[in-house]
């Protein structure tokens, strides 16, 4: 193992990164579906509540690392905010000094911009214009406008947890599904070296996100693609891609399961309770908030397939196939909490050490916390968990709209 890595969930969460969203929300919040979110996402309140949850984390006593800092401390976030944004001009001039502007601003705000990807454009003056208005130059007439395009922006990077996987022997880059998603990747590789870990593996042609990964001691899991009627359908991970992460030792658990995605139940059941699907990542239906501890919906585990690897010396081989729920059970001895389709992301919670957890609660009409709107919190408790913060966690709010968690804001720096 290094000292980036991550045996299982359940380990103490020492360091973990995250992005407080800005501006580059702007295009997500007026056009979800094409950024691939459920809702608006308005800026503002989603940078308040991801402050919030940045600071639930630091109470309790997680190191958290911002992406816009860890990309300083590579010594690249400059030259990303010169590769994103540009001035042009047409009227001739020199464009002004970007760099020597840039250069009074923080971290955080050159990463917006470069996020955003920002281009002004500074417009000649128009004589239409010319009234003999005093200027600014005192030429006597208006001087040049300027205007500000933001274009294709990268508006997903506030859910850390999708670029890479913290597997037991160090990070693995992966290789995103939508094209919209790609752009995060070297980003993401540079707020690595910013904390001075090295890449273990990185994907390359078959589609794998962090958000199917999950890690449990001796064994982990891996959300891969459904099959129906023989037919494999990519969701976000490919089975090729869980073939690969074992066949290239990229991993290296005692057990590793790929876990089909349940797509035909999860439509099924969508349309009985008339909700969101659950499907697009394993975390939108599994999770672990203690050593034997397992949170997920029952109907979709028995619905998913797991084909199950073992490592024998240095290979992994298929060992048997059974569903996900028999599997973590039955197999594994794990005692399961069933989840309420009332609530919208009961398993995207973040495990900070064993059965410690920050989750996302289902708000009231003014924002406070039931037990009744909560059953999945309330069983957690019951089975001694602490729920942070005030034993209720984060009402869930506008960064949800983004279609994710907690779990799916964060990616573990080190466990352990």
């Known amino acids: 193992m290094t000292d980036n890595s991550v045996r ?13 969203p800005g501006i580059e929300l702007w ?20 940078r308040a509540e991801h402050e919030r949850i940045v600071a639930a984390l630091e109470d309790a006593g997680v190191e958290v690392h911002q992406l816009a ?52 454009d500074r417009h000649a003056d128009d ?30 990077v506030y859910f850390q947890r999708d670029t890479t996987i913290l597997g037991d022997r160090g990070p693995v880059l992966c290789d995103m599904y939508e094209p919209v998603r790609q752009p995060e990747i070297p980003i993401v590789r540079d707020a690595w070296d910013g904390v001075g870990a090295e890449i273990h593996y990185e994907m390359s042609g078959e589609p794998i996100e962090g958000g199917e990964f999950m890690p449990a001691g001796e064994f982990a899991l891996l959300g891969v693609s459904a099959e129906i009627d023989g037919e494999e359908r990519v ?53 672990i908030a203690a ?37 973590v059970r039955d197999e594994k001895g794990f005692d399961v909490i069933d989840i309420s389709w009332d609530e919208r992301w009961p398993t995207n919670f973040l495990a900070v050490d064993d059965g410690v957890v920050v989750p996302l609660y289902e708000p009231d009409e003014t924002g406070a916390y039931r037990p009744e709107n909560n059953p999945t ?20 709010a506008a960064l949800t709209n983004g279609a994710g968690g907690i779990h799916c804001m964060t990616t573990p720096i080190h466990r352990g």
């Open 127 to 156: 004589p239409a214009s010319s009234d003999g208005v005093p200027g600014t130059d005192g030429t006597g007439t208006r001087s040049p406008a300027t205007s500000l395009r933001i274009d294709r922006p990268i508006s997903n």
């Open 377 to 396: 919190i309330e069983a957690l408790k019951e089975r001694g968990v602490t729920v942070l913060p005030d034993g209720e966690g984060l009402p869930r």
């Open 69 to 120: 800092d860890d990309l300083e401390a590579a010594g690249t976030l400059d030259e990303l905010v010169r590769e994103s944004v540009s001035v042009r001009t047409d009227d001739g001039d020199e464009p002004a000094d970007v760099d020597g502007i840039l250069s009074n601003f923080d971290a955080r705000e050159k990463l917006q911009l470069a996020l955003a990807r920002v281009t002004m």
């Open 235 to 287: 969701i976000r991970t490919s089975y090729a891609a869980g073939e690969r992460l074992m066949d290239d030792g990229a991993v290296g658990y005692d057990e590793f399961g790929l876990v089909r995605a349940p797509l035909e139940a999860d439509r099924r059941l969508r349309r009985e309770h008339d909700a969101g699907s659950r499907v697009m990542h394993l975390l939108g239906w599994f999770n």
């Open 8 to 20: 299982a969930e359940w380990e103490p969460l020492d360091a973990v990164r995250v992005h407080t």
């Open 291 to 327: 050593e034997g501890l397992a949170v997920l919906d029952a109907d979709l585990a028995r619905a998913a397939e797991i084909d199950v690897y073992e490592k024998r010396g240095d290979t992994y081989e298929f060992d048997h196939s059974t569903d996900t729920l028999a599997y």
């Open 27 to 46: 295009s997500g919040s007026l056009d979800p579906g094409p950024n691939l979110f459920e809702n608006h996402v308005p800026p503002d309140q989603a």
